[in-house]
Each structure stands twice: as C-alpha cells, then as structure tokens.
C-alpha cells in the first residue's frame, strides 16, 4: 500500500495567516492527489483534485501544488470556517489511501 | 444536486454481519458516471477507504478488509449496499458513502458523500 504522511499533525494559526500543510507519498503517485476539509461531526467535502485543480466552489485561497511524492496544500489567507482537519489522499492505485490528517486550529 | 444517505444499525454484535445501505438521490445509479465507494473512520483516527462498485456490479476492494466485505449494487432502488463480516471492535467508525467519477485513469475522487453514519461493534 501507498503510505501518504502528512505534516503538521497540527498546527495553530490566526485568521489572515497563510497556511501551508505537506503531504508526502511512500513512492510516486503523479498527480493523483486530492486534499479534502473535514469539520467536527461533518463528512470530508473536496478541496482539490489531481494536486492542483480546485473543485467548482471553493474559495480561490485555497490552492494545491506537487506531483510525484510531495504535495502541498495552501490556504492564504486563513478564514474563521477554515478551521478543521484536512486529509490528503492518493487515487494512484488500488487501495486508495489517506494522510493521517492536520488539524488547523485557532491560535 | 446528488445527495447520498447512509442507513443501517447503529449497533452489531462481535462476530456478526455489519449491513449498511446507502440511498441516492438527485442522480442515477445507472448513468455509468460513477464509482460508488465506501469509506470509513474509526472514532478519532484517519480515514480507510473499503472498496467501490460500479452501476454494472463490478467492484473493487481494499485487501486490508477483501475477505469480510461485500459491495452490492441495486439500481432499481438507486442504492448500494455494504456487507462486512466477522466484525470485532477495530470496525467501530463512521461509515461514509461517497461517489466518484468514472475516469481514463481509474483514479477515485470523492466528490460527494453521505452525512456518515456511527456504527460500534459491541455485545
């Protein structure tokens, strides 16, 4: 299987911070990656897909590069509604697999 | 819009059958377009992906979980199903629909998924 890591595990941040969250695959993935936002007691909602197209209506602070093992997710200038947990995962192959996730919190 | 909707028992005994369905609505089962996948998280934890079926009844599981898990399509009621077995406590989660375009690549993005539904393995 495809371990994907990401870091920070956490982090604390201020509204108007630019926020920057890595995800790192055990071998290549291209650019099959996709970043997902998660609130408490909610299910993932899709951020980005294949590492760098923001999906129809999302917010243009949300922004993804990367391909082969390292990714990045960027948020510039962080909101209030922003803070939740994201999750990385890789659609490469067979079983899909999902970053540990980040929690962005509220300094 | 397509909305998903899990359904099931919220409680199953160790060693019996965890049985979920979820029902589609605003969007066909059968249009072709779609993987129709299953995903989970344990209280806390990150999320697993369990497996998906196509609107043809094609599937495909993660190996982690193939010997006790059974995706089932029926596409007169727009719904699939889930079916794992011989479940102990490590399958307490949140169980998650999600549905995610068919593409070249074979590639699994969850555009769309069900609000969860809490299931705890326990006597």
């Known amino acids: 299987d495809i371990q994907m890591t990401q870091s920070p595990s956490s982090l604390s941040a201020s509204v108007g911070d630019r926020v920057t969250i890595t995800c790192r695959a055990s071998?290549?993935?291209?650019?099959?990656l996709n970043w997902y936002q998660q609130k408490p007691g909610k299910a993932p909602k899709l951020l980005i897909y294949?590492?760098?197209s923001l999906q129809s209506g999302v917010p243009s602070r949300f922004s993804g590069s990367g391909s082969g093992t390292d990714f990045t997710l960027t948020i510039t200038s962080l909101q209030p509604e922003d803070f939740a947990t994201y999750h990385c995962?890789?659609?490469?192959?067979?079983?899909?697999?999902f970053g540990q996730g980040t929690k962005v919190e509220i300094k | 819009q397509v909305q998903l909707q899990e359904s099931g028992p919220g409680l199953v005994k160790p060693s019996q059958t965890l049985s979920l369905t979820c029902t589609v609505s605003?969007?066909?089962?059968?249009?072709?377009?779609?993987?129709w996948s299953w995903i989970r998280q344990p209280p806390g934890k990150g999320l697993e992906w369990i497996g998906y079926?196509?609107?043809?009844?094609?599937?495909s599981y993660n190996p982690a979980l193939k010997s006790r898990v059974t995706i089932s399509v029926d596409t007169s009621k727009n719904q699939f199903s889930l079916k794992l077995s011989s479940v102990t406590a490590a399958d307490t989660a949140v169980y998650y629909c999600?549905?995610?375009?068919?593409?070249?690549?074979?590639?699994?993005?969850?555009?769309?998924w069900g609000q969860g539904t809490l299931v705890t393995v326990s006597s």
């Open positions: 999600a549905r995610a375009p068919v593409t070249v690549a074979d590639s699994e993005t969850f555009e769309y």
């Open positions: 605003g969007g066909s089962i059968s249009s072709g377009d779609y993987y």
């Open positions: 079926i196509y609107y043809i009844g094609s599937t």
């Open positions: 071998q290549s993935i291209s650019s099959y």
């Open positions: 294949a590492a760098s």
């Open positions: 995962q890789q659609s490469y192959t067979i079983p899909r697999t």
